[in-house]
Every structure is written in C-alpha cells, then in structure tokens.
C-alpha cells in the first residue's frame, strides 16, 4: 500500500533513507510483526514459484529474480530472523537457503543476530526518550469541572458558591426553625409521653330502611254511568 513501511525492505532506496526506515520498521511491535510477516509470505512465494519451475516450468524461473534479490538483500537480518524461527537455520547449517543465489548477506545475518539487534538498539532508544514501545490503555480520568482560559460549564448569569463559603452540616444537630423551644419541651417533660391518640368510637350500622309500599293501581277506566229509573207502573190504563 502507498505509504506502508514495507517498502523499506527491498532495499532500493538507498542509504540516506536507511535510518527513517530503520525507525519506521522498529517502531512498535506491530510494525516489527508486520514486517516478519511479509518476509515469511515472500519465502513461501519464492519456495513455491522454485518448485513450479523445477517440476512443472522451467521458464518460470524467469520471473523470481526480483523476489530473490529483494529477500538476497536482508537489509535489517529479517529474512535471517524467519530462517531461524520457522526452519530451524543456523550460521553453520541451513537447507533453505539453495533457494538463493547468494546467501553470504542472510549467512552474516545468521551469525551476528543482527534482527536481534535492531530490535535491542530501537527498544532502548524508546525508553531512553520516554516514549513506550507500544501502546499503553490508561484509565480516561473526567474533565476538570472550570478549565482555565476555557468555557465554563456554569451559564451566564449564575454563580456557583465555593466550598468555603457553605456551613458545614451535621445530621445530628436539628435544623434551624425545627427545634421545639424549651417552654414546650419542659411541659412535654412534666406532663410525661404522650399518650397514643384513641381511635374514634365504630358508628352504628343504620337499620335497612323498609322498601316503601306499593301503592294500589289506579283504575283508569271510567265508571258506568247511572240511569235513570224507568217510570213507575201506577196500574192504571193509558189514556187514549
């Protein structure tokens, strides 16, 4: 990626960016980490492009000379580190390296632990300056309540007393206005403790009231109306 330190390690840049590589690689863990990582990912490329070539291509063999040459060069005793931790390799033996064409740099640093010795001189520049080698996780502490030359959490127009300024309380002393005075407190003594209020006498339950009487139904259909007698039979025969 443009911009990643990675790039110090094919050792193209020469020797007057060598120093900012050096730091940018050593930097921190991570970055050392990193830096291993793609070196071990470049011997497992070249090793597989080898084999390729000697059993399936040989014209394949024309495109590792870059990837050979980048790692020939170890110029921080990377490639030597790798050897080392994942083959097994040593000064004195080291089957890996016939996938090289010229392993005297790897073999030199193989013999002066020279990775080891980037990681020692950078780990003690760091501490000799105070900076830490990695990352440090510090409890966050809240911010002070009034910064000074900063905004005031307070809004315009109040003000906040200082600690100072406010009386002390105590929750064993009775709060001004609360207290009985002492012509109540001394009656209270000479009449004794208060006797408990008495509890009001039960009221009677009211008796059910009776459910009032029906009234009768009224009739509504008039009377018959009375006629008169008929005329009286006197016995005597009608006039003509």
Do not use: W
């Not at 990352?135 to 009034?146: H, N, V």
């Amino acid at each position: 990626m443009p911009g990643s330190a990675l790039a110090c390690l094919d050792a193209v840049a020469g020797e007057a960016v060598e120093l900012a590589c050096e730091k940018a690689l050593f930097e921190t863990p991570q970055a050392v980490s990193a830096a291993a990582s793609y070196v071990a990912a470049r011997i497992a490329l070249l090793s597989d492009g080898v084999d390729y070539a000697v059993r399936t291509n040989s014209s394949y063999e024309a495109i590792l000379p870059g990837v050979r040459r980048a790692l020939e060069a170890d110029r921080y005793g990377f490639v030597a580190h790798v050897l080392a931790m994942s083959h097994g390799c040593s000064a004195d033996r080291c089957d890996a390296l016939v996938l090289f064409r010229d392993s005297a740099r790897i073999t030199a640093n193989l013999k002066d632990k020279t990775y080891d010795g980037y990681v020692t001189r950078q780990a003690a520049s760091g501490m000799a300056s105070g900076a830490p080698s990695a990352p440090e996780r510090r409890p966050r502490t809240p911010p002070p309540m009034a910064a000074t030359g900063g905004p005031s959490p307070v809004p315009p127009g109040f003000e906040v007393p200082s600690a100072a300024s406010i009386p002390p309380v105590s929750i064993m002393t009775p709060e001004t206005g609360t207290a009985p005075s002492s012509g109540a407190a001394s009656a209270e003594t000479a009449a004794g403790p208060p006797s408990p209020p008495r509890r009001p006498a039960p009221r009677p339950a009211r008796p059910a009231q009776a459910a009032p009487a029906q009234a009768a139904p009224v009739q509504l259909v008039p009377p018959a109306p009375t006629l008169p007698p008929p005329p009286g039979n006197t016995g005597s025969a009608p006039r003509p």
